[in-house]
């Protein structure tokens, strides 16, 4: 893996003098297009042994760049908000936005490296991690985020011998330590199979590895220079990705055999008399509140996702459950129409950012599905971003619940009958006039494309760990008392009592 | 102060359910005017005794509003985060933008309120730190945030029964529960009298407390909402406020005496030769190293504010000072036009989100500043507002020192002639010409108008806490210098050795 760098690679200073106006002209344009386009974002991930320059690096880039569209990006000194989220909260929290570059210092390879090193993990945990990573790489690749990942080489030895010039404090600058756990002669070992399987492993089209001698400051700075050049240079001619799509339509729809309906299985006809329904849901929320404050509840966290068609109830059920949980503890987010932050990230960044903390609960009033439900539909993305999104959110929702969240999913269904009349009747009621709009009516048109949409999101997306559960919600005092019972079911499974 | 809400404020159910119709539908057309008009935002704060009902008059307003546009605010639970910045950096995160309302359990009266009660807080600090709320409030209001304050009244003895029957778990429901910690007779006593101060103190005309009848549960509701309507219309009725002002004219300054500008006390010909500066850079450079790493500085934090012409050479003295940072814990913040989320809020929104966790260092190139230079001068905002921006800056800037920063502030000052010089050197460097714009040049026409701005902002904002320093920049070398060696100065006299 590392042979042809194992040779010297010198550039003497005058030549290095020689050719970095020209790079950094070069560079500064480059960077430009990036700026100007406001297309794609740009990671570069420094890597390699303590020592290898990985600070000068940065600081180079910093004087070669136009440093206002530049960040940096750590992850070592958690700020307490990183230890009550999912391990990639952080990594999304600071993800810059389109036409930005960011430097990162201590990847998602950090802790896989180091756990290896350290032999906590072993080799097929390992390598399945970075099988996770590839993916996560690809998903941001295809969102607008390209990633160029550079491996600082030094030899073993020129290695140690930096190290041991590094413990005696011979420099006087800051330095960036990222290996110091790593300390005996086997881990050390380790720690270098490891990070050449890394190099092996997560070097795809999309996000290569690049190894850069770093024995002499200048070329490694010279290659750095001129490997990211190449990079910038390759986004900038990229062909643009479609990001919408015609609306589909109706009439379009192919013939032949019906298409076959999730939501056509369903007894819509199950309800539930007011006696019965307030017992039960009386019951459901106090199984609720009851698990959602007890000790075991600090560790987790719930997730509760509400889809389903218009006026099929989401704000009512919600309410129901609204009242079963600690106000402090919980946070209802109706999905609106993202804001120009979220517009220049990949899509799923609008909702790592409202995951919620460590014990508390987030209620998501429709949800990451837009992608493959409403924006499928009206193609406000190309086919490709919502065929690709299904995986992607099934990563998003492991995540999640790795972490210890539990992930809870409602498809409210009604008949287009039924629809109508709500519709009808919100139209008299004043204080419900609100929640209806002209779009609403038209939406109703899509309905058969709807129902498709809803039957693929079901098969692709309920999982072992975050399932869907279908509610019945022709009448709403059943649906409302289904959702709050599923929920405390799932609390009361998982948790235990 | 709660005489007349000690007599019985009873409504009966049936009255409630005849008024709570047109109640809810007055306030659903008051909460639209909100969310159209996004002019404002409102907070309603509910405080009160614990089982006066502050929870279900929340779940009350979430019933009664457009929900999707309401938010519980709350802060008794850290995160980790909130320990890892000052005390005000938790509201600032959570502030909902304009058209939103923020229902806050738990505001910034709860600290100092329980600390009153446990006896932590003398009184002279609790009316001193009042007397802050009231000036923080002040500014909200001015920024478009109006404040709705709920005091829920029970009196002693029903306050003491509620309290026996959540001790013994007769409630089944959440409760909010937010004086647990204030339990003897004399602490809860401190408790009444310090609530009644607080309603007493701080009841402005921008932010009333209205003092409610809790005892009843309809008549608590009702009356709520009511005086949330009454809110919402005085906000809806009120004259827009101007949010732009003409941008100033040089030539309408007016004339006779000429006026004091504190840059023209400045020896501009100051300079270093290339050997000192290596020398005295380097020094300063490892002296900052040494301070911002060693163990004193992880309970502090750095803040580095640079302001200065245009091509004074902000970037390149950030640039030294970068090289003397570890990467991992600083953070250059590049002040660019606001996004989105930032205009629907206070202008101070956007640098508390980037307050530095304790132990980090945050770099602004550009600033909050710029409310009282660039948006003075070409009218961005109105008179009035840069007017209180001041006073708004040093409580800024207060506030974080009280929490352990150490604030720095750089006036970088070049005459006119060397900047028409820099100006020409960029435009035949190619690397530096991104730096400049057609702006930078007009800009120049109104260099009297910032030098009076320069010096109203010096004199009115250079405080004991947060000095301002002028750095003589005509020679680059002497103002790096300066720059580094004020940073290494004020460590060193915060931090001791």
């Known amino acids: 893996m590392f042979e042809s760098v194992k040779f010297e690679h010198k550039l003497d200073k005058a030549a290095f003098k020689t050719l970095e106006p020209a790079l950094r002209e070069d560079l500064l344009n480059a960077q430009f297009q990036l700026i100007d386009k406001k297309r794609r974002s740009l990671l570069v991930l420094i890597h390699g042994p303590d020592g290898a320059g990985k600070g000068a690096v940065l600081n180079r880039l910093y004087g070669w760049l136009d440093a206002r569209k530049l960040q940096t990006l750590t992850f070592e000194t958690p700020d307490g908000a990183e230890r009550a989220h999912p391990p990639a909260w952080k990594y999304w929290r600071d993800l810059p936005g389109y036409g930005e570059i960011g430097i990162m210092l201590g990847s998602w390879y950090q802790t896989a490296l180091v756990d290896r090193a350290l032999g906590r993990l072993g080799r097929s945990v390992f390598t399945a991690t970075l099988e996770d990573i590839r993916r996560y790489e690809a998903m941001l690749d295809a969102e607008g985020v390209s990633i160029l990942k550079l491996w600082l080489y030094l030899g073993a030895d020129e290695a140690l011998t930096r190290l041991k010039a590094l413990d005696k404090g011979h420099y006087s600058r800051p330095v960036v330590r990222q290996w110091t756990q790593v300390d005996t002669p086997k881990e050390r070992q380790r720690l270098w199979t490891a990070a050449e399987e890394v190099v092996r492993l997560t070097s795809t089209p999309f996000a290569p590895w690049h190894v850069v001698p770093a024995v002499d400051g200048e070329y490694r700075d010279a290659m750095t220079g001129t490997v990211l050049l190449e990079m910038l240079r390759a986004i900038d001619g990229e062909a643009e990705r479609p990001v919408r799509a015609q609306p589909l339509n109706p009439a379009e729809t192919p013939a032949g055999l019906p298409p076959f309906s999730i939501l056509s299985t369903l007894d819509l006809s199950k309800k539930l008399d007011e006696k019965t329904y307030r017992e039960e849901l009386n019951a459901a929320q106090h199984r609720i509140t009851r698990l959602t404050t007890a000790a075991g509840f600090e560790k987790r966290g719930l997730v509760v996702v509400f889809e389903g068609s218009d006026a099929a109830g989401k704000s009512s059920a919600i309410m129901r459950l609204r009242r079963a949980l600690d106000p402090r503890r919980f946070r209802v987010h109706p999905v609106a129409a993202p804001t120009d932050e979220e517009r220049a990230r990949p899509y799923l960044w609008r909702f790592w950012r409202r995951v919620p903390a460590l014990g508390h609960t987030a209620i998501f009033d429709r949800s990451w599905y837009g992608r493959v439900l409403v924006e499928r539909v009206e193609g406000f993305c190309s086919p490709q971003d919502w065929g690709r999104a299904y995986g992607e959110i099934n990563d998003f929702e492991d995540e999640l619940s790795d972490a210890g969240y539990i992930v809870v999913k409602f498809w409210l269904a009604i008949s287009q009958e039924e ?79």
């Open 419 to 497: 629809q109508a009349r709500r519709f009808a009747a919100r139209e008299t009621i004043a204080y419900k006039r609100f929640k209806l709009t002209p779009e609403d009516w038209r939406n109703r048109e899509k309905w058969p494309l709807y129902e498709a949409a809803v039957t693929e999101m079901v098969d692709r997306t309920s999982t072992t760990t975050a399932p869907w559960t279908m509610v019945e919600a022709e009448d709403k005092l059943y649906a409302r008392v289904k959702v709050a019972r599923t929920v405390a079911d799932r609390l009361e499974a998982e948790l235990g009592r």
